[in-house]
């Protein structure tokens, strides 16, 4: 359980990561604590992704450093669950497949919460994830990450294949399990309205570059906005 000393699970010191001629992360300075759900938010292009990507050890920074929780990102993969873009699952494995390979490939798994969370969204074991639906698929590939009882959760674009319902309720179970496995977690979204209902921190990203960041309560209260508005100001600062 982490404690007031537990280093920021993300710290970044000047994070660039250039592809070819283009920066994709440029000079990014960055310190998230412990204990939030973070809402990482910008425009298409912005440099999402490659900062969760570089988070997880799955690329190289060009130069600068990001250390997550307290290391450098590869040292760390045990402790953090990463849900990539586009949910990935294997389509050939059922349910139950999926949830064996996981114990197999985890020394942390936590067999007993898999099983559990499997019927709270109403999975059925034996079906096979080439056979589910869009949002059916994102809670297997939630479920996956978080059995590991990852300190850090990293999530991108997590609800985007999801229909409002089903956004609404997995949302809220993504609530519920960071508080139950006392984790953080940093999820990318384009949609400020999931990232006002469950994040307490933000990140708002663009050209490559941080426009604000900090926890959702002092940054309202100091701009005296939503968060959508603020989000959207700050996006249009940056253009200009
Ligand atoms: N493998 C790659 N090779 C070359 N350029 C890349 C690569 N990956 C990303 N980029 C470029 O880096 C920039 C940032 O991309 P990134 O995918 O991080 O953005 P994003 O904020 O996640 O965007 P989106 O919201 O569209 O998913 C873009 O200009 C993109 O074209």
Known sequence: MPHDESPPVLHADGLTKRYGRRYALS??????????IVGLVGP???GKSTLLQVACGLIEPTSGTLRVLGSRPAAKLARVGF?????PVYAGLSVAEHLRLGAKLNPTW????????IAQ????PAQKAGRMSGGQRAQLALTIAAAKRPELLILDEPAAALDPLARQGFLRNLMEFVAE??????LSSHLLGDIEQVCDHVIVLSGGRVQ???????????????????VLDHLGRAER
């Open 212 to 230: 604000v960041a900090g926890d959702v309560g002092p940054l309202r209260a100091a701009h005296g906005k939503n968060l959508e508005d603020l």
């Open 27 to 36: 000079g990014v300075m960055l310190t998230v604590p412990h204990g939030r």
């Open 110 to 117: 936590d067999a007993a919460l898999a099983r559990r969370r």
């Open 44 to 46: 298409n292009g912005a």
């Open 181 to 186: 496995l006392g984790a953080s977690a940093v």
């Open 83 to 87: 849900v990539a873009q586009d949910t």
């Open 121 to 124: 969204v109403g999975l059925d």
